[in-house]
């Protein structure tokens, strides 16, 4: 089946970049968007911009709708977010995100909203002051700013040749750029496990990369083209493998930060599909034809 797609590198290469393009130029605007209305790149959970986090289990499905409605009368920004039983869709509980901290207050406006009076059995109350969100997220964008530097240098140090080097890199950060404009269309609030997922693309992005750089670089068998089909069929092997796992522990896992993980990881790897083959295997395919080779 995959050699099927030969036609399509022998003849519409350059045409194949044009979509890999747009995504990127239409992540950045999105992302660009947020910067401006929000004042960061991403949406930050509680965990990163400082605030309390609610979490309550209900013995039946509460209406979001009713309860948002009554805790902005006392707050000005709350998310809600619906906790689900193992296994099946049934909600068994909640968790409401605030910054602003005021327990006393967001204790009766959940007793109002759901008719549920919270209690250490059936409820928790996380509180991260702003100033050690901020730090922490912080911290966490600049492990981020330098696992991709390094990343880089690694990259340049192993093929020694430029043109190949930036393709692995603007594949990977591009990777990254349409992931987070995913979440900010989705309106998903990161955690910082969210941030470290992003971590990992980084490592799920230029594998496949890597992979097929050093096919048509360095140990080429048969033509250019015949390089590209092979990297892919490995390629693709190993990545629609990952994504098989994430979309099963997305599932069947009950755990909203483990689901928010998995859900990044699965968006990235879809993106880098895209990227590798349809942008870096035919910039490799033009670089290596403009050198002379076949």
Not at 153 to 168: D, E, L
Not at 260 to 273: E, H, N, P, R, S
Not at 276 to 289: G, I, K, S, V
């Amino acid at each position: 089946m995959i050699d099927k797609l030969r036609p399509l590198f022998e003849h519409h290469s350059k045409k194949m970049m044009i979509i890999p393009l747009l995504l990127i130029l239409i992540a950045a605007i999105i992302i660009l968007s947020t910067r401006a209305t929000t004042g960061e790149f991403i949406k930050k959970d509680a965990s990163l911009s400082g605030g309390m986090t609610v979490t309550i289990y209900t013995p039946n499905p509460v209406d979001h709708a009713v309860l948002e409605k009554t805790l902005k009368e006392s707050f000005s920004e709350v998310t809600i977010r619906g906790l689900a039983e193992f296994g099946t869709d049934k909600e068994i509980g909640l968790v409401i995100e605030t910054v602003e901290v005021n327990e006393t207050l967001i204790r009766s406006a959940i007793l109002k909203g759901t008719g549920v009076e919270m209690t250490d059995e059936n409820s928790s109350i996380e509180v991260v002051g702003s100033s050690l969100g901020e730090s922490f997220y912080g911290q966490m964008v600049k492990s981020l700013i330098f696992a991709f530097i390094f990343m880089s240098t690694t990259v340049f140090i192993t093929f020694r040749k430029f043109a190949p080097s930036i393709a692995v890199i603007f594949a990977a950060l591009g990777d990254i750029m349409i992931t987070v404009a995913v979440l900010n269309i989705m309106d998903i609030h990161i955690s910082s496990a969210g941030i470290a997922s992003l971590l990992l693309l980084i490592g799920y992005s230029v594998d496949t990369d890597i992979l097929l750089t050093t096919r048509l670089t360095k140990n080429r068998e048969g033509s250019i083209i015949d390089g590209i089909i092979s990297s892919i069929k490995t390629g693709l092997t190993m990545t629609l493998t990952a994504i098989a796992a994430v979309v099963v522990g997305y599932f069947f896992s009950s755990s909203l930060v483990i689901k928010q993980m998995f859900f990044i990881i699965f968006v990235g790897l879809l993106a880098d599909i895209i990227l590798t083959y349809m942008f870096n295997a035919p910039l490799l395919q033009l670089y290596l034809y403009r050198k002379g080779e076949k």
